[in-house]
């Protein structure tokens, strides 16, 4: 069944139709199987990399990747190998043992990652044909296990890089944040873990009360301030490594961030069990910020509301915003 994604305001860059990535995670599937039936859905070819490693390059979308989370799978799978490997054991033969290892391991606790390429909005609906594939494959999603934390990361392609689009995206979303999260029904296990963090609430006081012509430069500045970390539920550093590697990697010289025009969203639940659930859901939800950020009156009235909510009204989830945004949702949807 093909599910329609919502078109934002902002539709192309300087270079042509935007374009928007997406990451997604899951289990109870093999790498080699996962990569076997994207093949087979875009009538591609696989590429063997690695063990845990494969390409698959379709012609009018791009490369996708399919890959294990590697900063969990490697400290386990080494734990294992050398555990079982004898004092004499040649270093090939250790290796070949981590990623045996892996791989086994990748089936139930580890997830099996596709990365999607940058694929023009207007292309994105080729997507649901795989989601479906996967599913009838037997891919496991968020809720399928208490320990399972896994997520739908979208990498939307900014309209420009101005200062003044940075600015109206990242108020939007802090207008939005905690809306959003309820919207995803983020599941309790990934919101306790590390990855996907909330916007302090001083920063996000910080970031409504920016003059409109606010410097790229004091935008960067007070991001590392207040966000010196990867582990954002909206993450900019590799927006802002894209436009200024200098001061991205003097701030975090340890962090691995791949420089990119997109912002990097993580809140979304992966769901790819579940029937008929498609990146169409997690994509129409953040589409509520796309039209926020292109809607300055819609963005200021929000900021105002959001900024006179006193301290108890908030603890008490008292958000009278949030009918505001599920109506905004729904437009857009009933559009």
Not at 52 to 59: C, G, L, N, Q
Not at 142 to 155: K, Q, R
Not at 167 to 188: E, G, S
Request: aromatic share 10%; with cysteine.
């Amino acid at each position: 069944m093909s599910h329609s994604y919502l078109v934002p305001t902002k539709t192309h860059t300087d270079d042509g139709e935007r374009r928007v990535g997406f990451e997604l995670e899951f289990a109870s599937v093999t790498i080699p199987e996962v990569a076997d039936t994207i093949a087979a859905v875009f009538d591609s070819q696989t590429e063997y990399v690695t063990d845990t490693d494969y390409k698959i390059a379709v012609d009018h979308l791009g490369e996708f990747t399919v890959e294990l989370d590697w900063r969990y799978a490697q400290i386990k799978a080494k734990q294992r190998a050398e555990q079982s490997a004898d004092v004499k054991t040649e270093l090939d033969s250790a290796n070949e043992k981590i990623q045996q290892w892996i791989t086994e391991l990748s089936a139930n606790v580890v997830p099996a990652e596709v990365v999607c390429p940058p694929i023009k909005i207007s292309q994105l609906a080729e997507l649901d044909k795989m989601i479906d594939a996967l599913r009838q494959l037997g891919a496991s999603g968020t809720h399928e296990s208490a320990i399972y934390a896994f997520g739908v990361h979208i990498n939307p392609e900014l309209p420009d890089l101005s200062a003044t689009t940075i600015l109206a995206y990242l108020q939007a979303y802090c207008i939005a944040q905690d809306w959003l999260i309820k919207k995803h029904q983020v599941d309790l296990t990934r919101r306790v873990m590390p990855y996907i963090e909330k916007y302090s609430k001083s920063y996000i006081e910080h970031v409504l009360n920016y003059a409109e012509d606010v410097s790229y430069q004091v935008l960067v500045d007070d991001y590392l301030k207040f966000n010196p970390s990867r582990n954002r539920a909206l993450d900019l550093l590799p927006l802002f490594k894209h436009i200024d590697a200098e001061p991205i990697n003097s701030k975090l010289p340890k962090e691995k961030i791949n420089a990119r025009p997109t912002f990097h969203y993580r809140l979304p639940n992966c769901q790819i069990n579940e029937p008929d659930w498609q990146l169409s859901r997690c994509w129409n939800i953040w589409s509520v910020i796309e039209y926020i950020a292109h809607n300055p009156e819609v963005r200021q009235q929000l900021a105002k509301e959001y900024q006179q909510q006193s301290v108890l009204d908030l603890a008490l989830g008292k958000n009278s915003w949030f009918a505001q945004l599920d109506q905004i949702h729904q437009d857009l949807l009933s559009a």
